[in-house]
Every structure is written in structure tokens, then in C-alpha cells.
């Protein structure tokens, strides 16, 4: 287990940043007191959540041995944390794509529209919940643990904000204050806690084996790809505060590329958590 | 459940000969990489000074382990499609090939490696207790290939009240997690489950 998981890790991480980038384009949307113009740029904009969420179930197909018959994934609904994934999952980009679609073409009441908002916001709480909920196996101590959801939570935070920031300075919304200075900030309080996760995690990992397995020899190289983790993350973090700091707006293009470097960055972190992978007895 | 099938180790008996291993390869006809028995030795011990005298308390046993039909199967319950199932009538965990996605859920969630992807098949395998010979009352293949006469299959229940009741030793997790079907006769030299002062000593064979 470990980067040959490397579709599980780019599903993943693409999936719950776009549950954060979403979550801030909802609070936007809600609480952001935008005008329609502004309204309208920012769901249009939100294609690319939805695009990113989409491109993450495509990779994820390609961990299957049978993707031809995935639909099969959906027949515990309900029952399996990872239907749940799935149908939630996919419920929750169909859901994104029809909003952003009826907005484009006017379908529909804005009354109607809103409530789709908040169905959205719903199948994205619900997907996010149920993919954590596949990895709390009693039977992996692992990732058992409520470090996990943690850990799904920051990389939702960390790269939904940045996305999020990127999507806002497309959209030309630059009021109020919340919506420009927020998503750095709050990025900056999910990498400090990541950081206190990362240590938690290493100081608990002695503590976990079986008679054949320590989990503390899983994955020799855990500090060093740590480290590699929190300085990209910490390198885009300073860049991006830097320039909140001195009133730049976010350029696009450096949005997007703070993006793609903070998303490597959780990767890196994300491909520890798979090669963590043991149970308790044999494998 | 009408009935539940389990397996019999004895592992005081068994000498790791991989009979059992080999015969259920070739009945199953599995590739290189896939096995539905494996036979694990946990070994441990040192030699320790006594006055002038050095005494060993070296030991190495075989546990010959495939899946054990668990009461509580972990893998049945994260599979998403169902294709991972017990049969209501022996208590069997198989895979249903015609439904299975391949997504290694039960593999990741399986403490005793049972279910095992097949890169050629595309999906998930496992020992699914020769179900069709049990069917007409022959007993699984393994059982039948052992030299030393050290595994036996049957209703869990009479195995239980034939062998006793101990389902696991080191390296086998504690039984409260899958409940498996499994009866142990353990190695004079067995250590408790969750010991670690032995180690697997043949990684690359399983």
C-alpha cells in the first residue's frame, strides 16, 4: 500500500478540495451579501469545482479492476460507507453541474436555484462524511483513528481555500473583507494544524502493531516526506500571505499555481497515509 | 444461519510443508502472486546466559491460515457491491465474480489476507471453502491434501466441541474483531495473540 495507490490519492485529494472550495463558494453565495452580477460570475466561475470533483471520480475509476461495471459501487447504498461515497459523491457534482448549468441558461426560479445551492451543500457535507467513514476501519488502527477525519477536514480546508481564493479573484469579488482575507487565513489555521496532526500522528504510530507489523517501520521515510509536505505548504502559504498582506489581488494564473503546489504538497501527506496501511493481524 | 462451516489448524502437528498451499494452487489453478492458504512460521528466541551454562528458549511454529469464514466478516462489510457475501446456508464468505469492482476495499479491511485481487480476472478472490465440494459432502481440498492429517473442516460448532475453542495465537489478531470461524490446536510452544517477542520469518513465501 503506499503510491501505488496513486489514483485512491489524487481521488482523494481533488474530492475533498473541492468539497472546501465549494463550501466557501456556498458561504459566498449565502452570507456575502454579492450583487447579482457578482452572484452570477461566481457560479459561473464554480465550474471549475465541479470539473475538479468530476476529473477526481475519473482517476479514481482507474483504481478499480473492473471500472466498466462501477455503477456495481452504488448497490450498498446505505449499507457500505463507500456506496455512500460514491452515490454522494456523484449526487453531489451532478447536483453542482445542474446548478451551474441552470444558472447559465436561466432554467429555472432563483428560488429553485437557491434550493438546489443548499442540496448541494447537503450531498457535499454527506459525501465528505461517508469517505471518511470508509477509512474507519476497526480493523486497520491505522487509520482508525480520529486523526483521519482530521486529516480529510485540512486537506478540504487547505486546498478548497486556495481554489476558493482563485475562483473569487476570477470573479472579480472583492468585498467584503471575509471573502478576500478569509480562505488565506483559515488556510494558514489548517497548515498549523496539520502540522499539530502530523506530530500527534508520529508520536501515536510507536504505540500501534500486530505480532508481525509496527507501525512506526511502515514508513521509514515519514519524516523526511513530511517535511517535504510542510514546505511546499508553507512556501505557497508565506507567498499567499505575503500578498493578501500587501493588498495584492490574487492573480489567477498564481492562484492557481499556489493551488497546484498546496494540492502536491497534500498528496505527498496523503501517500504516507496509504503506505500506513496495516491490520491488525496478518497483512 | 442453518449451518457454520469452519476450518480445524492443528499447529502442533503441522511441520509447514505447504501441501495444503500447493493443493488448493493447483485445484483453484491460482496465478504466482495469489494464494487462498498460506502457511506463516513465527519464530522467535534467543540464548541466555545461566552461571556458566547458555540455554535457548528458541521456538518456531506454522500456522496454516486461509480465509476462516469469520462470523463477523470485516470484508463483506465494506464492500460496496455486495459481490462479497455469506452464504445464509454454510456461512462461507465468497466473491461474486460477475458483480465484484475490483476496489480492494475487503483486502484492506481483511486482517488474515484473505481476499486477494487477481490481476487477470480484474477483481477480488478468495477461498470460498470449496463450496461445491462441501456440496456433496467431500471436504475442501487443503483438509484432504494434509500428510499430517493437521486441518479439518466441518460445522465450527462440532469442530468447537471436538478440538476446543481457542481461535487464535500470534500472529493472528484477537479474535473479537471478525470472530472467525477457526479452531486452533496450539504449538506446544505457541505464544498468546498480540505477542511480540517472536516475528514472521518467512515474509516472502506469504
Not at chain 2, 551454562?53 to 506454522?62: I, K, L, R
Not at chain 2, 485481487?117 to 471453502?129: I, L, P, S
Not at chain 2, 481461535?167 to 505477542?195: C, E, H, K, W, Y
Request: overall charge positive; aromatic content about 10%; hydrophobic content about 45%.
Amino acid at each position: 500500500m503506499g503510491w501505488h495507490e496513486w489514483p485512491l490519492i489524487l481521488f482523494t485529494v481533488l474530492a475533498q478540495t473541492a468539497v472546501g472550495a465549494f463550501c466557501w463558494c456556498f458561504a459566498a453565495l449565502t452570507l456575502g451579501g454579492l450583487d447579482d452580477a457578482g452572484r452570477a460570475r461566481l457560479q459561473r466561475a464554480m465550474l471549475a469545482v465541479w470539473l475538479l470533483a468530476a476529473a477526481g471520480f475519473a482517476l479514481s475509476a482507474l483504481h478499480l479492476g473492473s471500472p466498466w461495471r462501477g455503477i456495481n459501487a452504488t448497490f450498498r447504498f446505505l449499507r457500505a460507507p463507500l456506496s455512500n461515497e460514491i452515490v454522494f459523491g456523484s449526487a453531489f457534482v451532478a447536483a453542482g453541474f445542474a446548478g451551474w448549468w441552470a444558472q447559465r441558461r436561466g432554467i429555472g426560479s432563483p428560488g429553485l436555484r437557491q434550493g438546489l445551492l443548499w442540496l448541494t451543500l447537503v450531498l457535499c457535507l454527506a459525501f465528505l462524511a461517508s469517505m471518511t467513514a470508509f477509512y474507519l476501519m476497526p480493523t486497520v488502527p491505522t487509520w482508525n483513528t480520529p486523526l483521519t477525519p482530521a486529516a480529510f477536514l485540512l486537506t478540504a480546508t487547505i486546498g478548497g481555500s486556495i481554489v476558493a481564493a482563485t475562483l473569487f479573484s476570477a470573479a472579480g469579488i472583492e468585498q467584503p473583507r471575509w471573502l478576500r482575507e478569509g480562505p488565506v487565513k483559515l488556510a494558514a489555521l489548517a497548515v498549523a494544524a496539520a502540522v499539530l496532526v502530523t506530530l500527534a500522528q508520529s508520536a501515536s504510530l510507536p504505540a500501534i502493531h500486530s505480532s508481525i507489523h509496527e507501525a512506526a517501520l511502515l514508513t521509514p521515510d515519514y519524516g523526511a516526506l513530511m517535511g517535504l509536505r510542510f514546505v511546499l505548504l508553507f512556501t505557497v502559504l508565506g507567498l499567499w500571505l505575503r500578498g493578501v498582506w500587501h493588498g495584492r489581488t490574487l492573480a489567477v494564473g498564481t492562484g492557481a499555481s499556489y493551488a497546484v503546489v498546496l494540492l502536491l504538497g497534500e498528496m505527498v501527506g496523503r501517500g504516507v497515509f496509504y503506505n500506513l496501511h496495516m491490520t491488525v493481524g496478518l497483512r | 444461519m442453518a449451518k457454520q462451516y469452519g476450518f480445524y489448524v492443528d499447529s502442533a502437528k503441522c511441520t509447514g510443508c505447504k501441501t495444503c498451499q500447493l493443493a488448493c494452487k493447483d485445484y483453484k489453478d491460482l496465478p504466482a502472486d495469489v494464494n487462498f492458504r498460506r502457511v506463516y512460521e513465527y519464530a522467535g528466541g534467543s540464548w541466555q546466559a545461566t552461571g556458566e551454562s547458555w540455554n535457548n528458549d528458541v521456538f518456531a511454529y506454522y500456522l496454516s491460515i486461509s480465509c476462516n469464514h469469520c462470523a463477523d466478516p470485516a470484508c463483506t462489510k465494506v464492500c460496496p457491491t455486495g459481490a462479497m457475501h455469506k452464504s445464509p446456508e454454510t456461512g462461507l464468505v465468497a466473491v461474486n465474480g460477475d458483480v465484484c469492482i475490483g476496489c480492494k476495499s475487503c483486502q484492506m479491511a481483511c486482517p488474515y489476507g484473505a481476499p486477494q485481487y487477481d490481476e487477470r480476472k480484474g477483481r477480488m478472490t478468495k477461498c470460498d471453502g470449496c463450496a461445491e465440494r462441501v456440496a456433496v459432502g467431500a471436504r475442501p481440498v487443503c483438509v484432504e491434501s494434509c500428510p499430517l492429517r493437521a486441518l479439518d473442516f466441518g460445522p465450527i460448532e462440532e469442530l468447537r466441541a471436538k478440538y476446543g475453542t481457542v481461535g487464535s495465537v500470534a500472529p493472528l489478531p484477537p479474535v473479537r474483531f471478525t470472530q472467525p470461524s477457526l479452531v486452533i490446536n496450539p504449538n506446544p510452544n505457541a505464544r498468546a495473540s498480540g505477542d511480540r517477542s517472536g516475528s514472521l520469518i518467512n515474509p516472502t513465501e506469504v
